[in-house]
C-alpha cells in the first residue's frame, strides 16, 4: 500500500482544543493530525492535513487531491450545511471520502440535521468526539486495501 491521504478540516476546526471542550473535546487539531499521521504510516500511507476557513480553499484542495490523493477524510464544518460547491467537488474526486463530525449533529439545531457532503461520502462518523478521525482513518485504509 502506498499513497497519500487528504485530513481536509473546514471553518474554526483550528480552534479545537481552545474553546468548547464539552461540544468538541480538548484535542487541538495538531494533536489530532499527529496522532493520524502515525496511524497512516503505519498502514503505509502519507497524511496531508489541511485546515481552512474558507470554502473556495478547501474546493481547490479537494481538486488537488484528484490528482495526488488516495481517499480523503473531511470535516467540513459549518459548510457541510451549506456548501453544494465542496459537494460538486468531491464528486469529481475518484477515491473513498469519509466525512466525520466530532459533535453528534441530529442531536444539535435543526439546521446542523442535514450534510450536502453526506451525499457524496462514503461513510459518515457523526458524534464519537475527536476519536471519530480516527476511525475514518481506518474505515479509509479498509476501503483502499
Ligand atoms: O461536529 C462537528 O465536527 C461539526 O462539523 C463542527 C462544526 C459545526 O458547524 C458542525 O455543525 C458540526 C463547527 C466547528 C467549530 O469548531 C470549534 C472548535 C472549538 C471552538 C470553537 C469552534
Known amino acids: 500500500m502506498t ?3 487528504y485530513l481536509l478540516n473546514g471553518p474554526n476546526l483550528n ?6 471542550p464539552e461540544l468538541y473535546g480538548a484535542d487541538t487539531l495538531e494533536e489530532i493530525a499527529a496522532r493520524l499521521a502515525v496511524q497512516a504510516q503505519a498502514a503505509g500511507f502519507a497524511l496531508r492535513a489541511l485546515q481552512s476557513n474558507h470554502e473556495g480553499q478547501l474546493v481547490d484542495w479537494i481538486q488537488e487531491a484528484r490528482q495526488d490523493a488516495r481517499g ?4 467540513p464544518a ?6 453544494i460547491a465542496i459537494l460538486d467537488a ?6 473513498p471520502v469519509i466525512e466525520v463530525h466530532i459533535s453528534d449533529i ?3 439545531e435543526a439546521f446542523r440535521h442535514h450534510s450536502y457532503v453526506s451525499a457524496r461520502a462514503d461513510e459518515v462518523i457523526i458524534g464519537q468526539g475527536t476519536r471519530g478521525y480516527a ?8 476501503r483502499l486495501a
Do not use: C, P
Open 90 to 95: 468531491l464528486y469529481a474526486f475518484d477515491g
Open 106 to 108: 441530529h442531536a444539535r
Open 3 to 5: 499513497g497519500k491521504i
Open 15 to 20: 480552534l479545537l482544543g481552545q474553546r468548547q
Open 78 to 83: 459549518a459548510y457541510s450545511h451549506t456548501s
Open 72 to 75: 480523503i477524510i473531511i470535516n
Open 135 to 142: 476511525m475514518a482513518l481506518e474505515k479509509l485504509v479498509a
